[in-house]
């Protein structure tokens, strides 16, 4: 005779507010929990009754329950790289900065080089050096005096014009760099009275070229071409670190369509082949710009990935590997986007910003990428780079129908009317982010001018177009309740002001679901996470307060008491232990 089927959860929650993101925005008492899954939801005295003397029944104590949230573009590896390395965190002085490299120093062998993360982040990074006691950036004899044996590497803010990279002499004649040294185009070597090199270096361009963290993966670096390469424990090591910040945050998947280089996807194949992923990660293959002038190269890429990345995707529920990532445009965020209108470029020139390759050659690369039925993403920032893409995806869909396949565009800061509806029709989904006029705004304001920031990063006009938008951060910051506070804020984080029109305000239902299920949906996910509905996998993050109810200022105050991946915890600062 058969055992009896056990049919009751494993874990009920109750004693709060579940807030399900559902059709109708539900909010519930209680969830239950079976197998890594949802299997009921609804009051509290309902769900209760399903328990069996096995069941774990969690009272929440008033806390809040919300979806994991899915972050459509988190750079979850770039996040672990500025964890681990050193940091300059709070820094006002030079001796703060010396101190951290003092401590550096003192814990590697003569000659190994310290690399460092920017000297801050944006948006105070722009009122560098101002915030510095000395009111002047440190110099390659600041460094000197507490690292001479040590060549010193404190890398630029990739996304500032300028990014301020700061070098001691070890690296200078490490990497040959002298009063002789002519710059790279968009690079300037700061030098003293005597023409000496002081160690300062700004570099205008993105990517930049001197380096930094990104083109760590890159050859043919321009000036410092000789720092170490970035090992695979080191990427394993950044990536390992940035899973337990994202779960400390309630993430819990990551849509990354910006598209991964070789060296991470290797770091996260291995994770997951150890069972310790903890962040469900789905992820485009990178198509590097220098392929859009190697032919050959690029067919061979688009060849490789056919063979285990089309259509949907490859992988399951924790990872899975889906389509090519382009970049059309260079970033908005150093006024460099490609725009419909000539604006104040970073160095003061008025121009309409980058095109990284021809509309001809772009526009057959992504054709051969359609013919081996691979999805698309590009990253295409400026209105007139969103018009180009959209006019190509259109002539692609008239042989070959997008419908369903949920191509993508990123950044997209700047679209109009017709865009969205094009994405409408086609089943275009856009990513973007909230976060860019936090750390940006005043550089949009400078370059496009303020009726156009206003209008940028406009949410609220896609979801009313019908076009399901994703939240996501660029990872900076990449806190959920920071980036779900900032979606109806939409502040300037340098000036404070804000940076809307009574059309782009978001409802907080809306701001919710653009950063759950419209994310999941960019995984092809949606049917499996990203609401907390029956047959959805379990995953969930606790709060210490109702987002959806307290003042709106409160919102970035809120704690991630626990994360649920599966149904098991990934995160808890004691909601789940004890009983």
């Given at each position: 005779m058969k055992p009896a089927l056990d049919t009751a959860p494993d874990l009920i929650l109750h004693g709060g507010v579940i807030h399900t993101v559902d059709a109708a925005d539900s909010?519930?008492?209680?969830?239950?929990?079976?197998?890594?899954?949802?299997?009921?939801?609804?009051?509290?005295?309902?769900?209760?009754?399903?328990?069996?003397?096995?069941?774990?029944?969690?009272?929440?104590?008033?806390?809040?329950?919300?979806?994991?949230?899915?972050?459509?573009?988190?750079?979850m590896d770039l996040v672990g790289f500025g964890l681990v390395r050193p940091s300059?965190?709070?820094?006002?002085?030079?001796?703060?900065?010396?101190?951290?490299?003092?401590?550096?120093?003192?814990?590697?062998?003569?000659?190994?080089?310290?690399?460092?993360?920017?000297?801050?982040?944006?948006?105070?990074?722009?009122?560098?050096?101002?915030?510095?006691?000395?009111?002047?950036?440190?110099?390659?004899?600041?460094?000197?005096?507490?690292?001479?044996?040590?060549?010193?590497?404190?890398?630029?803010?990739?996304?500032?014009?300028?990014?301020?990279?700061?070098?001691?002499?070890?690296?200078?004649?490490?990497?040959?760099?002298?009063?002789?040294?002519?710059a790279p185009d968009g690079v300037e070597i700061d030098r003293d009275a005597t023409g000496e090199p002081t160690g300062v270096i700004k570099d205008f361009n993105f990517p930049k070229v001197i380096p930094d963290a990104y083109n760590?993966?890159?050859?043919?670096?321009?000036?410092?071409?000789?720092?170490p390469r970035v090992t695979h424990a080191q990427i394993v090591d950044g990536v390992r670190a940035a899973m337990t910040a994202f779960n400390a945050a309630g993430i819990t998947t990551i849509y990354e369509g910006h598209g991964i280089p070789k060296e991470p996807q290797r770091a996260y194949l291995e994770l997951w082949l150890q069972g310790a992923l903890t962040v469900r990660t789905y992820f485009?293959?990178?198509?590097?710009?220098?392929?859009?002038?190697?032919?050959?190269?690029?067919?061979?890429?688009?060849?490789?990935?056919?063979?285990?990345?089309v259509g949907r995707g490859f992988g399951d529920d924790t990872l899975k590997f889906g389509g090519l990532g382009f970049s059309f445009d260079s970033a908005s965020a150093i006024g460099a986007s490609l725009m419909r209108e000539p604006y104040l470029g970073a160095r003061g020139q008025m121009w309409r910003g980058v095109q990284l390759t021809s509309d001809e050659t772009f526009k057959a690369i992504l054709w051969k990428a359609a013919r081996a039925g691979l999805r698309v993403q590009v990253q295409c920032a400026g209105g007139a780079a969103i018009d180009a893409v959209l006019a190509m995806y259109e002539e692609i869909d008239r042989e070959i129908p997008l419908e369903g396949k949920r191509w993508v565009i990123e950044h997209c800061q700047f679209p109009s009317a017709?865009?969205?509806?094009?994405?409408?029709?086609?089943?275009?989904?856009?990513?973007?982010?909230?976060?860019?006029?936090?750390?940006?705004?005043?550089?949009?304001?400078?370059?496009?001018?303020?009726?156009?920031?206003?209008?940028?990063?406009?949410?609220?006009?896609?979801?009313?177009?019908?076009?399901?938008?994703?939240?996501?951060?660029?990872?900076?910051?990449?806190a959920p309740m920071f980036a779900f506070w900032q979606s109806l804020a939409r502040k300037d984080g340098?000036?404070?002001?804000?940076?809307?029109?009574?059309?782009?305000?978001?409802?907080?239902?809306?701001?919710?679901?653009?950063?759950?299920?419209?994310?999941?949906?960019?995984?092809?996910?949606?049917?499996?996470?990203?609401?907390?509905?029956?047959?959805?996998?379990?995953?969930?993050?606790?709060?210490?307060?109702?987002?959806?109810?307290?003042?709106?200022?409160?919102?970035?105050d809120t704690q991630v008491l626990a994360t649920l991946l599966g149904g098991r915890a990934v995160h808890d600062t004691g909601v789940f232990k004890g009983e």
């Open positions: 909010a519930v008492q209680a969830v239950a929990i079976k197998d890594g899954r949802f299997v009921a939801v609804g009051s509290a005295r309902e769900v209760r009754t399903l328990a069996s003397p096995r069941t774990r029944q969690i009272d929440l104590g008033g806390a809040t329950v919300v979806p994991g949230f899915v972050d459509g573009h988190p750079h300059f965190d709070g820094a006002r002085s030079i001796g703060d900065i010396t101190e951290v490299i003092r401590r550096e120093a003192a814990r590697r062998k003569p000659g190994e080089w310290i690399i460092c993360n920017p000297l801050g982040t944006e948006p105070e990074l722009f009122k560098f050096p101002g915030l510095l006691k000395e009111g002047r950036w440190p110099t390659r004899h600041d460094l000197d005096s507490v690292a001479p044996d040590h060549p010193v590497y404190i890398e630029p803010a990739m996304l500032m014009a300028p990014g301020v990279a700061v070098v001691n002499t070890a690296a200078l004649r490490a990497a040959g760099v002298t009063r002789h040294t002519s760590s993966f890159k050859m043919g670096r321009a000036l410092f071409d000789v720092l485009v293959i990178s198509y590097p710009v220098p392929m859009y002038f190697d032919t050959a190269a690029g067919e061979a890429l688009i060849r490789e990935t056919a063979m285990y990345a017709e865009n969205m509806a094009t994405c409408r029709r086609l089943g275009i989904i856009p990513t973007s982010t909230t976060n860019f006029l936090w750390l940006y705004g005043s550089v949009y304001v400078k370059s496009f001018g303020r009726p156009l920031a206003q209008e940028a990063v406009p949410f609220k006009p896609w979801l009313d177009a019908g076009v399901p938008v994703a939240q996501s951060t660029d990872g900076k910051p990449y340098l000036t404070g002001e804000t940076l809307s029109t009574p059309r782009q305000k978001l409802s907080r239902a809306e701001a919710l679901r653009i950063y759950t299920v419209n994310g999941a949906r960019a995984a092809f996910w949606d049917d499996r996470l990203g609401s907390i509905e029956p047959g959805k996998l379990a995953d969930l993050a606790v709060l210490s307060q109702d987002i959806m109810t307290i003042e709106e200022d409160r919102i970035p």
